[in-house]
Structures are given as structure tokens and as C-alpha cells.
């Protein structure tokens, strides 16, 4: 069963920094682009950031020059370094990929459970 899992959530105070980290579970073949998306009570899910297999890169213009999404593709894990943390940033924040699974031939997209990143002003 694939598994995306999110760590690295809590509180912090405005102006401080969190590292969220995604690892996909080993049964995987490969994994295409990778992203994060943040959901506010009441709201769809939005786009925070996402990176391709080779290193590009897109933000939403909300968190350009604070936040940077990176991956590892040896240990099949994207993170998400998020600086001058704002109140305005609290969410949950959720992993996403599109995933090739070990003996399939069909990409698939997955979500993980979500983490909650809240900022106290």
C-alpha cells in the first residue's frame, strides 16, 4: 500500500521556521513531481509549492522567497523549508505525488494524511 507521510509540523511564532519532510513508502518505482498544498477550515486545498523529478521548481506568489521545497531521490522524500513563518500561513499542509508503484506501468497521484503547521502572532 503506498504511503506518503508527512512530519514536521507544530507551533511556532511568527517569524520563525519549520521544516516539513514527506517520505513515500519503498514500494515504489518512481516518482514524478512532488507537492505541497496547504488547506485552511472551509477552503479547497491550494498549492504551496512543487518540484519536478529534475530539480524544477514552482511557488505560489504567497510564499516566494520564504519557503523552498526540495527532494531527495535516493531516499524518495521531498521537504519544505518554511521561513518568516506568518499567522496567515497557518493550515494543514499536505504531501502530494505522482507515483509510479513497483510492477505497474500507470502513474498514479497520492496524497498524504496532512500535518498542522500553526503560526502564533
Known amino acids: 500500500q503506498v504511503q506518503l507521510v508527512e512530519s514536521g509540523g507544530g507551533l511556532v511564532q511568527a517569524g520563525g521556521s519549520l521544516r516539513l519532510s514527506c517520505a513515500a513508502s519503498?514500494?515504489?518505482?518512481?516518482?514524478?513531481?512532488m507537492r505541497w498544498y496547504l488547506q485552511v477550515p472551509g477552503k479547497q486545498r491550494a498549492l504551496v509549492a512543487a518540484i519536478s523529478r529534475g530539480g524544477a521548481t514552482n511557488y505560489a506568489d504567497s510564499v516566494k522567497g520564504r519557503f523552498t521545497i526540495s527532494r531527495d531521490n535516493v531516499k524518495n522524500t521531498v521537504y519544505l523549508q518554511m521561513n518568516s513563518l506568518k499567522p496567515e500561513d497557518t493550515a494543514v499542509y499536505y504531501c502530494n505525488a505522482d507515483l509510479l508503484m513497483v510492477g505497474s506501468y500507470t502513474w498514479s497521484n497520492y496524497w498524504g494524511q496532512g500535518t498542522q503547521v500553526t503560526v502564533s502572532s
Open positions: 519503498p514500494s515504489i518505482s518512481s516518482i514524478n513531481t
